[in-house]
């Protein structure tokens, strides 16, 4: 399984960017996908997650400002961030774990156990003025 981020940068508060995450090796659909991200010095925060049968899930700080969604003929997934804040700052990750749903919560800890979650390298996301 590889996941590859992209579209990290920089942009102003207010802003917005969209995030890609290309998916191969993924034998079936039976995956639950997700971000998460991780500030410097801080803790791995999930940030949406969307499970087999489409369902979303956001943290209370993407709700109403970030879109996961994605797009199977393509086996990629997104998340359009808008508004962008200096407190989303951070590298970001694409995780997808298998089975059809999970806590968001759990994702980033899941998204390192062996033959159950995949992660990739992160994309960085820097918001200041």
């Known amino acids: 399984v590889q996941l590859v981020e992209s579209g990290g940068g920089s942009v102003q508060p207010g802003g917005s960017l969209r995030l890609s995450c290309a998916a191969s090796g993924l034998t079936d659909s039976n995956y639950c996908m997700g971000w998460f991200r991780q500030a410097p010095g801080k803790g791995r925060e999930g940030v949406a997650s969307?499970?087999?049968?489409?369902?979303?899930t956001y943290a209370d700080s993407a709700k109403g400002r970030f879109t996961i969604s994605q797009d199977n003929s393509k086996n990629t997934l997104y998340l359009q961030m808008n508004s962008l804040k200096p407190e989303d700052s951070a590298m970001y990750y694409c995780a997808a774990v298998r089975g059809r749903t999970w806590r968001l919560t759990d994702i980033p800890v899941l998204s390192d156990t062996p033959t159950l979650g995949y992660r990739g390298q992160g994309t960085k996301v820097t918001v200041s003025s």
């Open positions: 969307i499970n087999s049968d489409g369902g979303t």
